[in-house]
């Protein structure tokens, strides 16, 4: 049997050319829905890994009881100076997390780009952003740094150049990375001029700090919730962040999949198509192979098959050109949880491309499954007298 | 036998592959009903926004405040017929993904101001007299199912009360009702009084959010906010006054390039969609020649013919094209609500619908045109050979 296998599979293939125009529909149509699914879904990856690489196990973010995040959070510095001195706490920088209208590159209109107000420490707590050019704010002056990506999509963020945050002139020294995480879509200047600019006395926003063990962060926990003096919460950067990643990229996601099962319908129908006129214009051919002993069997495998191959061709196809165009291309856009534009890379990773194969193969055999059946089922009398 | 029941006739010829070719086109146009609205809701704004209304935010971010005060320098700027505020309460009803907006209002300025949505006078007088009362939108109170005379405790994370506590319990006094198909965020806030707030919030006294105005004539809507903006240049609180159509479209435009991603995405797929469908539907003109030639020899017109070939090509597109748009209607409401917090103003609109129909017949009258003229070019001779 499965020399007949062979024999029937090998003897379709080769004429494949000769249906070049009809078989491209499912190459073409399942490449589509490959692409469409993996490109949409790597833009959910990537949003996620930008927000979830801004979190290290050993560092901790303080908000004020009840708030939800770094915008809506409040504290005095007392506040800051009870908590920096808890045991367990190896460095601790004191933020004000502000945000100002900035126009985007791309459309031109404002969107909200972070200004982050931050003492030394904040460099301390977290050692991965470095200053690529120029040089960091000098306390006391007007000076911020921009992050790489804050640069990249916002007009007016360019070294040297200076910008116009509440009631003053800023002037941009220096761009710095941080791994491309959330921080990268930030603008960072001092503290205390931040403080002044946007009238906010003083008070911060949040509190960022590394602990010698991860372990520590429950004990603080505890310690703040004695202590009368203390309205705050704390979280590990991990929890906080992958929180804020969920909604949307479970939003992302959710739309992904909608049109990718939609399109799917779209390419069942085209592949279904296909696989029906092969069949049917081959009637005599097969009609001829049962008449001298093939059996049903070969000839279904033997469709099932062909329509298997130009499937995972569209898939291959899909995801590779999801990869070409889409992996590592930047885009931005409003995280509400934080109400600030994150800029983020689309992540086409291989797990990505396998899931867009696996839908590429499941396609393929519901399209090739009917019209194979069909062509075993065919009359052998009536299919060999030609309608 | 009437032209149509022959249109009709040649359709079933195969009727598998007619279903199939109609689904793909149904698919494709489910699709496009879908995709336009999304990016008509990124272009065009909320469609709902009014026109002769105006929003007055704070120059720099909508998260600065703006002093209650500026309202009696507003209402005095020429053209300008009324004036309220509003403000961003954040928070949320038992769980955090509870989330609906909360706005501190003047009952009576704000559904003057907002007079599409319609509230039982009683109960306006009810929301104006019980200080601690709030009406909401009737949906609202179906989803939670409120009762007028509920207490609804709302859980905040901006504002504390003055005691510290965070817990503000409110009186449902009324819902009102917003029109229908209004998918805006202000079709679905939680209304209470300014007056309450701000007496008992623990900061902010004297603030408010932002103000809406009402101009006396649309047509100088843009002047209106020129000289509202120019009230405040150069004092501690600047303003940037926009039309409320404007105000959302540059919300919108937040999110950014991902939904001009989505867009272009999705719009290749359709066309994608298309093109096999048009090669699958020109595939079966083909087959038909010799048909085509019998009814020549009957003694069909060459127009006829040609006429016959076209009509059933529209005639797919037409009911395929239909139909989609007609499902992408029917989960448009479904659609519009999970995607509301992130994009406002979705909805399948008419021009959408007559677009489609009209790309549908389009696309009929494309397919069917290169096998309508070679109908009409055939001569019965050799088309009769071929077989």
């Not at chain 2, 609500?337 to 994009?343: A, E, F, S, T, Y």
């Amino acid at each position: 049997m499965f020399g007949q296998i062979r024999e029937i599979t090998w003897m379709n293939l080769r004429n494949l050319p000769s249906r070049l125009g009809s078989s491209s529909v499912i190459v073409v149509g399942i490449a589509g829905v490959v692409a469409v699914l993996v490109s949409i879904l790597a833009m959910a990856v990537g949003f996620r890994a930008a927000l979830e690489s801004t979190g290290v196990p050993n560092r901790a973010i303080v908000l004020r009881g009840g708030s939800g995040g770094e915008l809506s959070g409040g504290m005095d510095r007392e506040s800051v100076n009870i908590v920096s001195q808890m045991e367990g706490v190896v460095a601790a920088s004191g933020e004000l997390y502000t945000i100002a209208d900035v126009p985007k590159r791309r459309s031109g209109t404002p969107a909200n780009l972070v200004v982050r107000g931050v003492e030394q420490n904040a460099f301390v707590v977290r050692p991965e952003v470095k200053i690529v050019e120029g040089r960091t704010f000098e306390p006391g002056k007007g000076e911020v740094i921009a992050g790489r990506r804050a640069a990249e999509e916002f007009a007016g963020i360019d070294l040297g150049a200076t910008v116009r945050f509440r009631d003053s002139d800023w002037k941009i020294v220096g761009i710095f990375e941080a791994n491309g995480d959330v921080n990268e879509s930030e603008v960072w200047g001092d503290v205390k001029v931040v403080q002044a600019a946007f009238r906010r006395g003083g008070g911060v926003s949040t509190m960022r700090l590394t602990v010698d063990d991860p372990s520590v962060i429950g004990r603080i926990a505890e310690r703040m919730a004695k202590d009368p003096r203390l309205d705050l919460q704390i979280r590990t950067e991990q929890e906080f962040y992958g929180e804020q990643s969920k909604r949307l990229s479970s939003i992302i996601t959710g739309f992904g999949y909608l049109v990718g099962v939609i399109m799917a319908f779209g390419a069942i129908f085209a592949a279904l198509n296909t696989m029906y006129s092969a069949v049917s214009s081959r009637t005599v051919e097969i009609a001829t192979l049962r008449a001298i002993g093939f059996g049903g069997t070969p000839v279904v495998v033997s469709v099932m098959i062909e329509a298997l191959l130009l499937a995972l061709l569209g898939g291959v196809l899909g995801a590779v050109l999801s990869r070409l165009i889409f992996n590592g291309l930047t885009v931005s856009t409003l995280n509400n949880a934080s109400f600030s534009q994150v800029a983020f890379d689309f992540a086409v990773t291989p797990q990505l491309m396998t899931q867009g194969l696996t839908w590429a193969v499941m396609l393929g055999f519901i399209g090739g499954l009917f019209p194979a059946l069909r062509a075993a089922r065919l009359p052998i009398t009536i299919a060999l007298r030609g309608e | 036998m009437s032209f149509l029941s022959l249109i009709w006739a040649g359709l079933f010829r195969r009727k598998t592959r007619t279903v199939l070719t109609l689904f793909s086109i149904i698919v494709a146009f489910l699709l496009f009903g879908l995709l336009r609205s999304i990016a008509d809701a990124f272009t065009v704004g909320v469609d709902v926004a009014g026109v002769d209304r105006l929003i007055v935010q704070p120059k720099y971010s909508i998260i600065d405040p703006l002093p209650i005060s500026h309202a009696s320098q507003i209402v005095h700027a020429p053209g300008v017929a009324m004036v309220t505020h509003a403000d961003w309460f954040g928070g949320f009803y038992q769980e955090r993904k509870n989330f609906f907006p909360k706005y501190p209002v003047n009952p009576r300025e704000w559904f003057a101001v907002y007079p599409e949505f319609r509230i039982d006078p009683a109960q306006l007088d009810a929301f104006e007299r019980t200080r601690t009362g709030t009406v909401v939108p009737a949906a609202l109170a179906a989803k939670y199912g409120w009762h007028v005379g509920d207490k609804i405790p709302i859980e905040a994370d901006i504002y504390p009360k003055k005691d510290g506590t965070r817990l503000w319990e409110f009186d449902l006094v009324g819902t009102y009702d917003t029109p229908s198909g209004d998918s805006s965020q202000n079709g679905s806030v939680f209304l209470f009084n300014y007056d309450y707030f701000d007496e008992a919030r623990q900061f902010g006294q004297g603030q408010v959010g932002w103000f809406v105005v009402r101009v006396a004539d649309p047509s100088k809507a843009a002047e209106v906010a020129r000289s509202i903006d120019k009230l405040f240049e150069n004092s501690p609180n600047e303003t940037r006054t926009a039309t409320e159509a404007e105000f959302a479209r540059q919300f919108a435009n937040q999110i950014g390039n991902i939904g001009l991603m989505m867009g272009g995405i999705l719009g290749a797929v359709f066309f994608t969609i298309i093109l096999l469908t048009g090669n699958t539907m020109a595939q079966t003109f083909r087959e038909r020649v010799p048909e085509l030639a019998v009814l020549k020899t009957l003694g069909f017109s060459d127009a006829l013919v040609s006429l016959l070939v076209l009509g059933e090509a529209v005639l797919l597109c037409a009911v395929g094209g239909a139909i989609g748009l007609g499902i992408a209607a029917l989960l448009a409401p479904g659609v519009a609500h999970g995607i509301k917090d992130i994009l406002p103003g979705f909805e399948i609109v008419w021009q959408t619908v007559v677009l489609g129909l009209a790309i549908a017949v389009l696309l009929g009258l494309v397919v069917g045109a290169v096998p309508a003229l070679t109908a009409r070019r055939l001569r019965i001779v050799d088309a009769l050979r071929e077989r």
